[in-house]
């Protein structure tokens, strides 16, 4: 399932870029200035072909990217149950005071 996932999404992903080259720009480097005074898609709207496609590629770009992302999440899901809450070794410790009298003791 992953590995179909992967590969609609790298197609997507091709996909897209490709339909952003093929657009043309509708102003010049003016634009990224603060230049143009048009609307945001132009005086003739949103329309055309490459426009759509781009749009249906984007809507699959995003769709295969939460799946996967909500899949890979759910891999890496951790347990509650622990090695040290399931098997408790107790080790027997001096107390400090104790080992401060033998140290004493041995000097």
Known sequence: MESLIITIHIIACIALVILVLLQSGKEGMGVIFGGGSSSV????????????????????????????????ARKHVQTTSSIVLDNPVEAPVAPAQEKAKENAGQK
Do not use: D, E, N, V
């Open 41 to 72: 898609f132009g005086s003739s709207g949103a329309g055309g072909l490459l426009a759509k496609l781009t749009a249906g590629a984007a809507i699959i770009f995003f769709i295969t990217s939460l799946t996967f992302t909500y899949m890979s």
